[in-house]
RNA sequence: CGGAGUGUGGCUCAGUCUGGUAGAGCACCGCGUUCGGGACGCGGGGGUCGCAGGUUCAAAUCCUGCCACUCCGACCA
């Protein structure tokens, strides 16, 4: 993308109504734009961004094995009627009348549509374990919508919907989608930890909320430093095998919340030397809820005894615009937001610092297009514009990479690189620049 | 939903108390000089002062009502 064709509106200064740091940086980068309370157009840089992360999410989806689907943002009051939340559910739901005066909603949440998809297909046992997932928008009507889209009223979710014959089947579930989050978390270059959350109304121990770290985060999270170092598992497990010993040895640690924390058995269960507690934003919740919806909704299955019986079910959530929110509250610095290589809207930037100079001109594209045929999608700076303004509004969106296309350096066949995250800076011919930049 | 606050060119803000017909910086347009960390000079364009009523010779400013947005609290990806 030449960036003299691209729109990418930054400004000096935040706006006022911007609160904290990733919705100031958010704004002053171009990525988004207010249109009302908890509700945003998301503008090109933005929409990049929201667009990867989608992938990162979908592609450890997808390894786990559940099935994409795209249900609808407008869903029919009859199917929550059946499952019995219409009532429920309160001022959250943003309610909506068709032309013929039929009760519609704007989707908060998918488990009923999904769970109507499941039981007019799937009658055996032959059939589960099945998990659909979807990546949509969702509308909650917050009572106070804040932070930009850390807490938008409009966001963007993936939901991802488990069905197994019984309880043990339905933990396998549980624990694919455990381990598919910790990994998804870790490519986007964050440190998630797993949280037990409080399960509700269904007992049990299969509740998690997934906190990655972040000094300006709003809750509080008490963990075992152990758990904290741990890392994600990696893609290359057996997912079809037995992994529960790998969520024990990440759910038996302690690790809490504010709401759910426990000082006495923090302080018996952690070594001093181990208590870690830090500040955090909740990405992620999955959860075991058995017959809750199957049972109502009739969602039911011929078991291997020939009888029918309601499935089991679990649902699990990612809030992909949150992410994008939760990405520069942990990662950015003075000068703007630090993108992990997954999120970055752009992989690199190319910036001509003497757009018309013939020679500079040349070296420029020529790195252009060879980050373009290695699939980099660079970002070429071909504005008009000083070198200092290029610089500050490069590292302000937060493009992993600079390579910098001077009329010094071009004189004596060098470029210089930056990598954004570290500062650091080289100097060196076209080629060597290159293979930095896409080793 | 309770409490607090703010609405003035795209952005940051002054002007409101004490009424006299709107201003600065950034951004934008033109010309010129600049050019490795958000340049400078000269010239220029852009605002129903959130909306609706009211008071007054006169309202951004005073009064009434409404709307929007932000923050703090109880709830949530």
Known sequence: MRLSRYFMPTLREAPADAQI???????????????????????????RVLKKIEQVVREEMDRAGAIEVLMPTLQLADLWRESGRYDDYGDEMLRIKDRNDRDLLYGPTAEEVITDIFRAYIKSYKDLPKNFYNIQWKFRDERRPRFGVMRGREFLMKDAYSFDIDEAAARRSYNRMFLAYLNTYARLGLKAIPVKADPGPIGGDLSHEFIILADTGESEVFAHQ????????????????????????????????DEMHDAARFEAEVPPDKRMTARGIEVGHIFYFGEKYSKPMKALVTGPDGKDAPIHGGSYGVGVSRLVAGIIEASHDEAGIIWPDAAAP??????????????????????????????????????????????????????????????????????????????????????????????
């Open 226 to 257: 152990d758990l904290v170092d741990m890392g994600a598992p990696g893609p290359d497990i057996d997912w079809d095998g037995d992994l529960e010993p790998m969520v024990a040895q990440r759910s038996q640690l302690y690790a809490a919340s």
């Open 346 to 439: 752009f992989g690199a930037a190319v910036v001509n610092l003497r757009p018309g100079a013939a020679d500079v001109d040349a070296v420029a594209e020529q790195a252009y297009k060879a980050l373009t045929d290695r699939g980099k999608e660079p970002l070429l700076d071909d504005r008009d514009d000083r070198p200092g303004a290029k610089f500050a509004s490069l590292d302000l969106v937060g493009i992993p990479w600079q390579l910098i296309v001077g009329p010094k350096g071009v004189a004596g066949g060098m470029v210089e690189i930056k990598r954004r995250a570290t500062g650091e800076r080289q100097t060196l011919p076209l080629d060597a620049a290159l293979k930095v930049i896409t080793a």
């Open 21 to 47: 740091v990733s919705h100031q940086l958010m704004l002053r980068a171009g990525m988004i734009r207010q249109e009302g309370a908890g509700i945003y157009a998301w503008l090109p840089l933005g929409h």
